[in-house]
Structures are given as C-alpha cells and as structure tokens.
C-alpha cells in the first residue's frame, strides 16, 4: 500500500512538471514573438514634399504656399516746380498802370527850358513763362521856360513865349529779369524798355519855334499851326517791387524827337504803380 502511494505522487510530480514545462515553453514563444527593435516616434512635423509610409499606405502631404514677396517700393516722381499763379484782375499777364515825375531836358533844348514834371500811363502784356513784353507808354511831359538862356545863342533866337508841352505815345518792347523764378503777373526785379513811336509839341510856335530856330522845317510855315507832331525814339530801364496783384516801379528813359535839323531830348524819371 505504501509502495502504490508514492507511485502516485511520482505520476502526480511528474504530470505537474509537464504542465509547468508547457506553460514555460508557451511564454517562451510567446516573447519571441515581439520584435526586438522599437520604431522612434518623431513628434515634429516631417518635411514638406516628404512621403510618410503608414501600414505600406504612401500618404502625399502637399507642400504649404510660398511666402508673398514683400512689395517693391517704387519712389514716385518728384513733382515738376511750376511758377506759381496768382489771381490777376485782368488776367494773361495784361496790365495798366499810373506814374508820375520828373522831367528833364536834355542837349539843345537845355538852353531855353529847366525841368518840369511827367505823367505816364503804362498799357502793357507781360508773357506768362517768358521774360518778354510789350507796353504802350502814353505819356504827358511839362518844360519850365527859363528867363534866361544858359548859354549864349549863335543864331537869332529868343526866349519862350510858354511852357513847351509834350504829348507822346510810344510802343516799347520790355524784358524782365525777376529777382525770383516767377515770370507771372506782378514780378520784382529789374527790366529794361526800347521802341518808338510820336511826340506831338503843343504852343511850338511860341516855343522851340522861336528858342531853337533850327527846329522849323523850311518848307512848312512855322507859324502856320500852334502844334508839331514828329516821330521819336526812347529806351531805358527800371526796377519794380510785387506785392498783391501790383507792382511799384521807378524807371528813366532817354527820349528823342527828330526835328528837321536838330533833336529835341528829355529825360523823365517815373515813380509809378502797375495793376494786374
């Protein structure tokens, strides 16, 4: 009887041995089953126009849009510096004006007469980009009759009867030369004048008629008008101040009138205003 009880616990030791032996090789397998390398996990993100292969999937992850270029700056243009304008009463550059004076003669009438005083209207155009204008001068002059001839004549002469009085139109051509870039309306600077026109000498016969005898024309009676219209030349120059829309100017001229043998030359001296 004892012999059959250990028989048993060896089969029961044996049986259980072989359960263990089963189960070790089991687990045995089970782990070599895993794989013995780890794939890395890389958690940024991959690199644009890359494959990613998921489960022998081939996934195409579109590469993002390109950065704008940044704008180009383009300086513009600097403006063009134009004149600037002003508000003109007359506009285009016309004007008119009012002056007034002194008036001195000059060369052989000098003898018989002192100076005396000028009017002068102004009528004129300046152009408007350039330095050039015309002007019609319009103008009135007065001789002072000495009472006594500075020199001595040569000839019969004898002393004025009047005061000689002198009506005169002239059209002249003008250049300015501004003291700014401005040749629009009113300007300051200085500019200069030159043209020709008549001089028309009123009471000449009680006048120069009988202070200059060389002035009378041989072939007209002298005595047969009270007046003598001849053809004259002057040229000059003045300085002018803008402000608003006028201009203060004071200028001189040379004036000139061509009698039959002699000239008769006065110089008058204008202090006047032109309105744009």
């Known amino acids: 009887m004892r012999t059959r009880l250990t028989r048993t616990r060896v089969l029961a030791i044996v049986a259980l041995g072989a359960v263990m032996a089963t189960t070790a090789d089991a687990q045995t397998s089970t782990r070599r089953t895993r794989p013995t390398t ?10 644009p126009d890359t494959i990613v292969r998921r489960d022998t999937v081939i996934v195409y ?33 016309f004007y008119v004006g009012i002056g007034g004076g002194a008036s001195i003669p000059t060369e052989s009438i000098n ?3 002192s100076s005396g005083f000028a009017i002068q209207v102004p009528i004129g155009w300046d152009a408007v980009y350039s330095p050039f204008g015309v002007r019609l001068d319009l103008g009135y002059t007065r001789l002072d009759a000495r009472s006594a001839f500075v020199n001595t004549p040569t000839g019969p002469a004898f002393l004025p009867l009047a005061d000689p009085q002198v009506y005169s139109a002239i059209l002249d051509a003008k250049a300015r030369i501004p003291f700014t870039r401005s040749w629009y309306g009113p300007s300051s600077g200085l500019y200069v004048v030159a043209g020709g026109g008549v001089n028309h000498f009123r009471h000449f016969n ?14 007209v009676d002298p005595f047969a008008s009270e007046s ?46 032109n309105f744009y």
């Open 38 to 47: 780890r794939i890395p996990v890389n958690k940024e993100p991959p690199v």
């Open 61 to 93: 992850r579109p590469a993002p849009a390109p950065t704008p270029a940044p704008p180009v700056y383009r300086p513009e243009p600097a403006p063009v510096a134009r004149p600037v304008m002003r508000r003109q009463h007359f506009g285009n550059g």
């Open 111 to 113: 003898n018989a007469y």
């Open 206 to 219: 009680e006048t120069f008629a009988l202070s200059n005898p060389e002035f009378i024309d041989p072939v």
């Open 228 to 273: 003598l219209t001849r053809f004259a030349l002057n040229a000059g120059g003045g300085v002018s101040y803008a402000f608003s829309l006028a201009e203060v100017f004071l200028e001189s001229r040379y004036v000139t009138a061509f009698m039959p043998h002699r000239r008769a030359s006065f110089v008058p001296i204008i202090l006047g205003v």
